[in-house]
């Protein structure tokens, strides 16, 4: 199965300075992210992350179909390959959740968040397309990582709004960890891969920290 939060904290110390990473970074320890995996969060906070969520990953190509055209080793491009594959699915399962929400809640301040989300889309679409040999696959590498989080949002909304959940299917851990593994061997391919990835962590916490600035605004209204 793809990475959980505890594969992730059993392997955090036998994969490197990735495995540093994603522990300190990942989206796993957001409190946010946290909260919108709980049964009980209001359905509002699912449907406005669910629709933001879309904004970053809802379109095609989107991050992991962008690294495919990176990849330099077979390795690397197999790993990407069935990635791809798995995120048409996830894609599609994305859209879905997001229509059956229905409109994005009404929120003080919604034209800077829309803004902000662009902005976000078009810095992981810049990581995706790099062409620093390892940047784009960290990149592809860090989504992989952190949807597990995200797709256990998603699955809550879908089970709240009566959506089938269909099964996830991105590469084993085991399978990801070989690739990082691989491209550690290379130092500067390493440092490029710990930064696409760092970058897309990065992105996902400032997500995830404007979706609960926007729950609280929603509240004081």
């Known amino acids: 199965m793809p990475f959980d939060s ?10 490197g300075a990735m495995g540093s990473l994603v522990a300190t970074d990942g989206s796993t320890s957001h409190p946010w992210l946290v909260k919108l995996a709980d049964p009980t969060e209001p359905l509002r906070d699912l449907a406005d992350a669910a629709h933001y969520i879309c904004l970053l990953h809802g379109r095609h190509p989107g991050v992991i179909d962008h690294a495919m055209a990176q990849a330099r080793m077979s390795l690397e491009r197999d790993w990407i390959e069935a990635a791809a594959e798995a995120f048409v699915t996830e894609r599609a399962y994305l859209v879905r959740v997001a229509a059956a929400a229905g409109p994005v809640p009404s929120t003080p301040g919604h034209a800077e968040s829309e803004a902000a989300a662009q902005a976000q889309r078009h810095a992981l679409d810049m990581l995706a397309r ?28 879908a089970r709240r709004l009566g959506l089938a959940t269909p099964p996830l299917s991105l590469p084993l851990a085991e399978e990801t960890v070989t690739i990082v593994d691989a491209l550690a061997r290379e130092g500067t391919m390493e440092r490029a891969m710990l930064f696409g990835a760092q970058q897309v962590f990065a992105q996902h916490r400032g997500l995830w920290d404007l979706l609960e600035a926007r729950a609280s605004a929603r509240n004081r209204a």
């Open 6 to 15: 505890a594969q992730i904290a059993r392997l955090g110390s036998s994969w």
């Open 130 to 157: 790099s062409d620093r040999a390892g940047c784009a696959t960290g990149a592809a590498l860090a989504l992989a990582i952190d949807w597990t989080m995200i797709r256990g949002v998603l699955d809550n909304a």
